[in-house]
């Protein structure tokens, strides 16, 4: 008999996470990908938020700020666990 590695499986929300046609492409790269990848998810955030204060003015701005503060709790919440 011989012994075979058998390659470890992702858990299956980052699997279905991966699945999303254009946001697990972004994901998996910067999962997997070069330190920089980040960087450009940031930046591309950005820019898509500034078009968003461009094209519908201060509900552009506002409203993508309120759906982060869950974010920003969660984030803090780590940040005082470790």
């Known amino acids: 008999m011989t012994a075979i590695d058998m390659p470890r499986r992702d858990?299956?929300?980052r699997r279905i996470l991966f699945a999303v046609p254009?946001?697990?492409r972004?994901?998996?790269?910067i999962a997997e990908g070069d330190d920089e990848n980040i960087l450009y998810a940031v930046l591309a955030f950005v820019s898509l938020w500034g078009c968003a204060i461009l094209i519908f003015g201060l509900p552009g701005l506002y409203i993508p700020a309120l759906a982060l503060v869950p974010v920003i709790w969660?984030?803090?919440?780590?940040?005082?666990?470790?």
């Not at 972004?26 to 790269?29: F, H, V």
């Not at 969660?74 to 470790?82: H, S």
């Open 11 to 13: 858990p299956i929300l």
């Open 22 to 24: 254009i946001l697990g």
């Open 26 to 29: 972004m994901a998996r790269e």
């Open 74 to 82: 969660i984030v803090l919440i780590a940040m005082a666990g470790i």
